[in-house]
């Protein structure tokens, strides 16, 4: 337990500091991590065994990216959960969305009025 001002307890976090925000060596972490999600991006392009799920693959790779991004360097892991759900609300229905399209455009035949 750590002490806050004025002598009241609190619970201690072992990646967090008193400001409630990650430590220097998570952001670390965090970057390395990063890191080896993009080396692992650049190598599936380049696996021809891979060229039939390259796209999804690429996609869950960089959402995964995407994901650790905002919860720590945009601080919303450590924020009121409000925050988080009104960030990843809509977030989630702009991804049904261009889903939706890419699925509507791939499986939808052409009208040709000619």
Do not use: C, Q, W
């Not at 995964?64 to 919303?76: D, N, P, Q, R, W």
């Amino acid at each position: 337990m750590a002490t806050e001002p004025g002598g009241t307890a609190s619970p201690s976090h072992g990646d967090t500091h008193e400001g409630g925000h990650a430590t220097v060596g998570t952001y670390v972490l965090i970057g390395v991590i990063l890191t080896i999600i993009t080396a692992v991006e650049v190598a599936v392009f380049y696996i021809p065994a891979l060229a039939g799920v390259l796209v999804p693959v690429l996609i869950t790779l960089s959402a995964t990216k995407f994901v650790i991004v905002v919860l720590f360097y945009m601080h919303l892991r450590y924020d009121h959960p409000i925050f988080s759900r009104v960030f990843f609300g809509p977030m989630m229905l702009a991804l049904f969305v261009v889903i939706s399209l890419i699925l509507l455009f791939k499986y939808l035949p052409r009208f040709d009025p000619y």
